[in-house]
């Protein structure tokens, strides 16, 4: 097919990422040196979340969800930072179109997983609070959390599988097609395409608003009642501040995450280039909910803290004590 005196291509060779032009100096290079030293501390706060989980063995339905945030944030941070870091090493980096394609499924189903997760974690803590009798008969049976994070996992996977479709509904000027940002995104792609964008466009836009709302609209609804119900209601201080203090701590976190996700949706639609707000939302949407759920979600929380602190105790007392030379 032909527009405007140039062929359009459905399938391009290779994608080549462009990163020559990205900020690399000033306060810059300066998150990009904290960016890297987050990685593993991040990384290293996951998995003794996960281990404390592994040491209860999963006995309760949220201990699981905590485990599986754990592994996701790990992945997350793992995959999405060392995929930036090498194409910011080389300047530029030259990728194969499937290659490509199995990038954006890989990063996105990653995301959207973390989303669910966080979604399936507020239900449940919600049936807790208010059907505590129901929510008892239903977590006796362990293999029910395991069933629909499962099946949660499975529709997600179903989901993202659209993506890749989708690129391959664009049309490229090119053979070899270079898109300026440091990895494959659905978003960069439409941008880049010369034809057939607005169907792409307008699923991948409704596919982001409605997880987006369903998620905002669950979280507020359950926090409202939560606050409601304890952080107004007569009771003790220390209820009230508990209710508020974790409401208010893990809709800072989705907020971190989720909108600045929403807001790189946006700004990868603006015909201007972006290039350091991305950078910076970017960096945000990757490191600081990694770095906060550990804290959030697992040393904060009695059913991970305690086995912690129960090995922690254990060590100690298991420690050879050296007694003092009398003559």
Known sequence: MQMNGSILISQPSFIVLDVLTFPRSGPWRMMLLASVGLVPLATCANLMV?????????????V?????????????????????????L????QLSFPECLAQVYVI?????????????????????VFHPFSH???ASQRHRALIQVGSATAVVAMIIAVYPILAFQLQFCSFEVVIFDALCTLEIMVRTACGRQTAPDIVMLVIASSILTLIAGTLSYSYWRIVSTYGCAAGTLDVKSK????????AMVFALKFF?????????????????LRFMLTIMMVC??????????????????????TVRTSRSSNQPQILPLTC
Not at 110 to 122: G, K, L, P, S
Not at 260 to 276: C, S, V
């Open 260 to 276: 600045t996700g929403f807001a790189l949706i946006l700004i990868n639609r603006m015909e201007e280039d972006q290039g350091a």
């Open 243 to 250: 209710a508020l203090h974790t409401c208010g701590t893990q």
């Open 288 to 309: 600081v909910p990694s770095c906060a759920n550990p804290l959030v979600y697992g040393l904060r929380t009695k059913e991970i803290w305690d086995p912690l602190a």
């Open 50 to 62: 996960l281990c404390a989980c592994v040491l209860r063995r999963f006995d309760k339905p949220m």
């Open 136 to 138: 008892v008969a239903w």
């Open 108 to 128: 996105d189903l990653i995301y959207v997983e973390q989303a669910i997760i966080f979604w399936i974690m507020d239900i449940d803590r919600h049936w807790a």
């Open 64 to 88: 699981l969800y905590i485990a599986l945030t754990a592994v996701a944030d790990s992945l997350w941070i793992m995959i999405f930072m060392s995929t930036v870091f090498r194409t910011l």
């Open 90 to 93: 080389v300047g530029r980096r």
